[in-house]
Every structure is written in structure tokens, then in C-alpha cells.
């Protein structure tokens, strides 16, 4: 039996004791807040916040990097479901930090014989990329509501969160450990 198998078969157990369903859950985030971080399955997004069904939207990728496909989703998140924050979490120990662009591209091309063409979005320095999300949502005409994007880094050791200040002005194509010196902590 596959996972997925194993997946399907909870799926079942969860509809037949009448758990899964979300019948009265709203389709539009009752806190009017979209989370954007990565797919780490070390960050468990509703626990971590507080958050309950129905309330948020969270956007996963790897490393939670703002890419056309998240301002996609956060424009039709602010635009058609009402939400007005963004709040954008990377974290510690994040794999995207153990790779390079150029490297893991190079290691595509070499197992199957082609590059690809979506940017990797690796990075050195957490604080930086975050600083990098924030100016990439603040500078996307597609986003409604641009004032209240904050970005944190979590810490997959204790749970917490720190805050990092944006850039004053930072430029959006820059990327990664170039970027800006390290963000005030108030979280
Ligand atoms: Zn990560």
C-alpha cells in the first residue's frame, strides 16, 4: 500500500466519524490574512500562529519565496477573498540554504538533460530573503493592499518567531547574501 493509499484510507476513517467535512467553514479568510513560508513540514503554519480553519490562507513553496505564482495567488487572495495583511515566514536550517542556483540547476541538467527554467530561488541569508519578499509583494502592482506586509523567521528549535524590518529601499532583483545588514528582532 502506497502513502497516498494510507492518505486515502484516513480520508475515509475522518468523513465516515464526520470530521473532515467544512460545510461551515467561510470560503473567505475570516482574518483577512494570507501567510506565505515554505513547505517545511518541521513548521506545522496552524499551530504555529494559532491559526483555525477557515481563517487564513497559507501559500507554501520552498523556502516560501515570493515567486510570480505567490503574487498570483496573493492577488486573487486581496482582490476576490477580502484578505488585507501579508505576513511572509521563512526559517532556520531551511533547505534553501544548502543549495546554490547554479548548483542545483547544474545537478537538474546533468540527471536529465535539461536546464530548467524557473529561477531555483536558493539564498544564504534568511534575513535578507525576507527583506527580498517584502520589497517583491510591496512592489507588485497586482497587490491591493501593500502597507501591511511583515515578514519573521522561524525558529524550528524553539518555535518562536522573530520579526525582520524591511529594506528602507531596497532594490528587488538583488537576491540573497548581498543584499541588506541583518533586521531588527521585536519579535
Ligand atoms: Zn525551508
Known sequence: ???????VGANRAATESGGAGTASVPGKPTRSVAVVTC?????NVE????????????LRNAGGVVTDDVIRSLALSQHKLGTREVMLIHHDKCGMTTVTDDG????????????????????ADVEADVRQSIERVRRSAFIAHRDAVRGFVFDVDTGALREVAAAAGGDPDRVGADAQPPGEEVV
Open 1 to 7: 500500500m502506497s502513502v497516498i493509499d494510507e492518505l
Open 39 to 43: 513547505m517545511d513540514c518541521r513548521i
Open 47 to 58: 499551530q504555529v500562529l494559532g491559526l483555525g480553519p477557515g481563517e487564513a490562507h497559507v
Open 104 to 123: 542545483f540547476r547544474a545537478e537538474l541538467q546533468e540527471a536529465t538533460g535539461v536546464a530548467p527554467a524557473f529561477a531555483i530561488e536558493s539564498f
